[in-house]
């Protein structure tokens, strides 16, 4: 049985292969740069709009508001990247109502690609808005003897994240497979429709996960630990 | 196997290349064109307000405007109002003083011409007595009526007061000239004879004398010697009369124009 859409493989040369991860992913890329397009083509700036970019306006501003609402000072900075985090996993998870389509993030090689850009682009936000040695230095903080445990945080955290989307879309998707297997109808329709939500949850999860690292790293004033305000705001989405 | 390096590579490439597709394509033009609607939204907003801080203004002002114009109006029209009562009462009494000078006027017209027809009835009264009185004396007068007159002529002559009577007699004597006796007719030759008798007893001296005869004494008998002239004749009654008639007239007249002329209470009426 597979696991993931990595074992589907449909072409290889050497270590290079075309597997269903790298296919599907491409197909969500190509979904949303064309609907960007289509949408974006004719954007109107007056009072009258179009259906469809008021939905995409929905979409960013409500993007916008959330990473402000994490407490990020300048959310537009951060768009680009927490946004297209959040919209890539959604549209992953969406896409499961097509039959035969495998979501991407249902592959451990796919979310621990995302974790570790996350994992590389908190320190560089960091550094951007501190300098290097004020980033470094916020592992040391509140005390030096804290700076192992930060750095185990740094890196299991990041572990979570790619963990934590892979097995709830591969569970998802599993569970839809097997259940197939024992009862073909009505049961799995349910199943996708909760597999949908949790895809979506888990949208939301890890983009705000990522604004919170983010958030966390940025935080020029040391009045608090930012390991410690990151564990706060971390425990909250997970539990849910 | 789980993971696969490649495929993550891939995975992080794709994620890569898909953020800046959507920042190229979707994050940029939407916040673009959201950006672009709120200025435009603030813009008309900031307009709206200014038009309605102008509609406000300009209400105020048509107001204030309407105010004034109704304070003025009330001015000049209590304005016309005291200036058309002054006018009128103006108009009023020129109106009486021009309807008074008329009547005044017409009134001394009036009077004029009554004083006037009156002077006219008077002279045209006058002239026509005396051409009645003329004419009938004419008629009246004859050889007979002389005659007589140049007895009542040599009467007189012999009753004449005294200073006058000397005065005639050195204007005789001394006169190089006969004197001249002029009647209206022909003397008769008895009736001469009368005279010259009464002349000579007169002054007690030859008197010579000259008869002749003249019309337009109407009657009677005048005698001129040496410029001094004594006589008695109709024409010089009535020329005397009529002299003394109009005198009287004319003095009349006067008095008549002296009351008639308009009085000061008359003008204020």
Redesign the interface.
């Known amino acids: 049985m597979r696991l993931s859409p990595d074992g589907l493989v449909f072409w290889q040369h050497g270590f290079i292969k075309l597997n269903g991860t790298i296919v599907f992913t491409w197909g969500i890329m190509l979904a949303l740069t064309a609907g960007a397009i289509l949408v974006t083509r004719k954007l109107s700036t007056d009072l009258k709009r179009s259906r469809w970019q008021n939905l995409l306006e929905i979409v960013v501003t409500g993007i916008v508001t959330q990473i402000a609402g994490v407490g990020l000072k300048h959310p537009e900075k951060y768009l680009g990247f927490l946004g297209t985090l959040f919209l890539f996993v959604a549209v992953a998870a969406a896409g499961t109502v097509i039959p035969g389509y495998e979501p991407p993030t249902g592959s451990l090689s796919t979310t621990a690609a995302l974790a570790l850009c996350v994992f590389v682009a908190v320190p560089l936000f960091g550094i951007e808005e501190q300098g290097v040695r004020g980033y470094l230095a916020t592992y040391t903080k509140p005390t030096v003897i804290m700076l192992p445990f930060n750095i185990i945080s740094e890196l299991s955290r990041t572990l979570a994240l790619a963990v934590r989307l892979f097995g709830n879309m591969m569970s998802g998707a599993m569970i839809i497979a097997i259940l197939l297997t024992i009862t073909p109808f009505i049961f799995p329709v349910v199943m996708t429709l909760l597999g949908l939500l949790t895809g979506m949850v888990q949208a939301y999860i890890f983009s705000i996960l990522a604004a919170v690292y983010i958030a966390a790293a940025v935080r020029t004033h040391p009045a608090k630990a930012p390991g410690d305000v990151a564990k706060e705001k971390t425990t909250q989405p997970t539990k849910g | 196997?789980?993971?696969?390096?490649?495929?993550?590579?891939?995975?992080?490439l794709?994620?890569?290349?898909?953020?800046?597709?959507?920042?190229r394509?979707?994050?940029r033009?939407?916040?673009?064109?959201?950006d672009?609607?709120e200025k435009?939204?603030a813009k008309e907003l900031a307009e709206a307000e200014a038009k309605r801080a102008e509609a406000k203004k300009e209400r105020d002002d048509f107001q204030q405007r309407n105010e004034a114009f109704d304070r003025q109006r009330a001015d000049l029209l209590s304005k016309a109002e005291a200036e058309v009562k002054v006018q009128r009462q103006q108009w009023l009494d020129a109106a009486r003083q021009a309807a008074d000078e008329l009547t005044a006027k017409r009134q001394t017209a009036l009077q004029t011409d009554a004083r006037n027809l009156n002077e006219a009835i008077l002279i045209r009264t006058r002239q026509e007595v005396f051409s009645i009185a003329r004419k009938v004396l004419t008629d009246l007068a004859t050889a007979k009526l002389e005659e007589r007159m140049s007895e009542v002529f040599t009467r007189r002559l012999r009753e004449l007061p005294a200073d006058q009577k000397a005065t005639l007699g050195d204007a005789l004597k001394k006169s190089a000239e006969p004197a001249v006796v002029r009647t209206a007719f022909e003397l008769a030759t008895g009736s001469r004879a009368a005279i010259q008798n009464a002349l000579n007893e007169t002054f007690s001296a030859e008197i010579r004398v000259r008869f002749e005869t003249a019309p337009d004494l109407v009657g009677g008998i005048e005698l001129t010697a040496g410029g001094q002239l004594a006589g008695w004749n109709i024409a010089e009654y009535l020329a005397d009369m009529e002299k003394r008639l109009a005198e009287l007239l004319s003095a009349k007249a006067a008095t008549v124009a002296q009351t008639m002329a308009p009085s000061p209470a008359l003008k204020s009426a």
């Open positions: 196997m789980l993971l696969d390096w490649f495929t993550i590579a891939a995975q992080a794709n994620f890569l290349i898909l953020v800046w597709l959507m920042k394509f979707l994050y033009p939407i916040l673009q064109a959201i672009t609607r435009l939204i």
